[in-house]
């Protein structure tokens, strides 16, 4: 039972985010449990974002991945609570998403006034001089800085 678990799991770490493909959905903790009952195998994963079109994607990728080794009956289950925050973020994933060029999650906290107060390092330069630019960036997950050092823009992953 246990060994099969780790085995679905190893499969699962080969699942890339959509909207950011250096990460794995392993990296960003997303996968949650898995339960094998009879012959299906049920994936729970918790989304990163509420209404993330990115989740069905995710959804379908992992039915794909594990068709392909031989798992016939799958189900998907989304559990929405407890919610996801970034500090299911592994170490790792925070370091790729550096070097991808996006500055990782800095604090769980997410309200409002939270992005004007936070200072965020720019993953060029490494500037703590940073200023938020826009609360949306190239999805919703993401917002906008730019370096006042180095002059270049980039995306903060700023997921709850
Ligand atoms: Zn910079």
Known sequence: MESGKQKILSILKTVNDPEIPVLTITDLGIVRDIKIENETTE??????YSGCPAMDFIGVNIRKVLRENGYDKIKITHQLSPAWTTDWMTEEAKDKLRSYGIAPPVSKTFDKNYLQNIPVACPHCHSMNTKLI???GSTACKAIYQCSDCGEPFDYFKCH
Request: a neutral charge; aromatic letters at 12%; glycine letters at 0%.
């Open 134 to 136: 826009s609360q949306f």
């Open 43 to 48: 994936v729970i994963i918790t989304p990163t």
